[in-house]
């Protein structure tokens, strides 16, 4: 718009320079012809036709600023349109935007109150977990259990089928023993499993910092460990009257602690096996009760083989009396199939057969109120 008018304005004082340049010569040329007589009115006429050129000029420039003017509104416009609208449509998406980002930023914020909540919730029953199983050996007990519990139905073993817990037995003395699981074996026989915790010592030995203190806590664990051993072996589960092998199970739940003790004296398991007792941990007690449920499915299949076996006698036992059946079926079919024939024979075969001996009678005026079949008629004609 600029170039445009500066281009008007250029030639606006080309004009306004072609006019001054030629007006004296014009009003010189006037005045001669004039004889010089009229000087006022030639000076007149000079402002007149300044005037009229000035107006002449501002109109010609006006005309063509509106015109520059309309023309670059309309090309503005062209393109600024389009703009305005493209901007309108980001305007939109941004708010659009910024409504679904806060919505997100409120829920995200929910999230992560209720996981803050819940890892606090969790870091309390950890704590209340942990001070539990350090000072209360009942409850120590009762997280073992649980531990062979799930072991128990992990390898695919039903309680009531393939174990029992918590079942009183009388010893040799009528005294009640309390076994923590007793595990069936499919040849009737039953293994004992008994649970032992030692992590009171074994918590304090890894909590604690001092060198002298954790030798102490550290042989409070071994000592835990073979007192367990010696309690166990004092019970004499192996006399309960049960058909079991003649060693039984002792499970301790935590497997780094047993690992702990077994470092530190090697001849714990020499001491259990001494007094018919194995040390199991997570790992060796998984294998040993993967075994008994593969020993179940064994007997299974072999039970369920025998009841194929029996099924299958007795199917075939069933077969053959059919079969006896059918042939007595086709004999009985021949015999009345004869018997019929040597009855149709009397009744329609022979000069003297029955239908026209029947006939006859009726020929001969015997009343009666029905007449034989046509075709046995004409079957004995």
């Known amino acids: 718009m600029n170039v445009s008018l ?34 006022e009115e030639v000076e007149q006429l000079q402002k007149i036709l300044s005037l009229e050129f000035k107006n002449l000029a501002n109109e010609i420039f006006d005309e063509k600023a509106k015109k520059i003017s309309l023309t670059n509104k309309e090309s503005i416009s062209a393109i600024l349109d389009p703009l305005k609208e493209k901007i309108k449509t980001f305007e939109e998406r941004v ?23 819940i890892n606090l919730q969790m870091g309390k029953e950890a704590e ?9 050996s009942k409850t120590q007990g009762n997280w073992g259990e649980i531990q062979i519990e799930n072991i128990l139905q992990k390898v695919g073993l039903q309680e009531g089928l393939g174990y029992a817990k918590e079942e009183n037995l009388k010893n040799e003395d009528g005294e009640n023993q309390r076994l923590d699981y007793i595990v069936n074996l499919p040849d009737g026989k039953k293994i004992i499993i008994d649970s032992k915790v030692s992590l009171t010592a074994y918590a304090e030995y890894y909590n604690s910092e001092d060198r002298e203190e954790r030798k102490k806590y550290l042989k409070e664990h071994v ?42 004296d090697q001849e714990i398991y020499d001491k259990a096996l001494e007094n018919n007792i194995v040390i199991v941990s997570t790992s060796t007690l998984l294998a040993t009760l993967r075994t008994v449920a593969f020993m179940w499915k064994q ?10 076996a029996r099924q299958s006698g007795a199917l075939y036992d069933k077969f053959c009396s059919f079969s006896e059946d059918l042939i007595k079926i086709g004999s009985n079919i021949e015999t009345t199939k004869k018997s019929y024939s040597e009855a149709m024979k009397k009744l329609v075969d022979g000069k003297d057969n029955l239908i026209r001996k029947s006939e006859r009678l009726r020929e001969l005026g015997a009343k009666a109120s029905k007449k034989i079949n046509s075709k046995l008629v004409d079957r004995a004609d």
């Open 6 to 39: 500066l281009i008007v304005g250029i030639l606006i004082l080309l004009l306004l320079g072609f006019i001054a340049f030629r007006l004296p010569k014009l009003i010189a040329s006037i005045s001669e012809n004039s004889n010089k007589n009229n000087t």
């Open 95 to 117: 708010e659009s935007s910024n409504k679904e980002s806060l919505q997100w930023n409120i829920q995200l914020k929910e999230q992560i109150k209720n996981l803050k909540e």
């Open 128 to 136: 209340n977990l942990t001070h539990a199983l350090k000072g209360d």
């Open 223 to 264: 000592k835990s460990v073979n007192n367990h051993v010696k309690g166990l072996s004092e019970k004499n589960y192996q006399n309960l009257g049960i058909n079991q092998p003649d060693y039984i199970l002792m499970f301790l739940a935590n497997e780094p602690a047993l690992g702990l003790a077994l470092i530190e």
């Open 299 to 308: 007997d299974n299949q072999n039970k369920h083989a025998l009841e194929i």
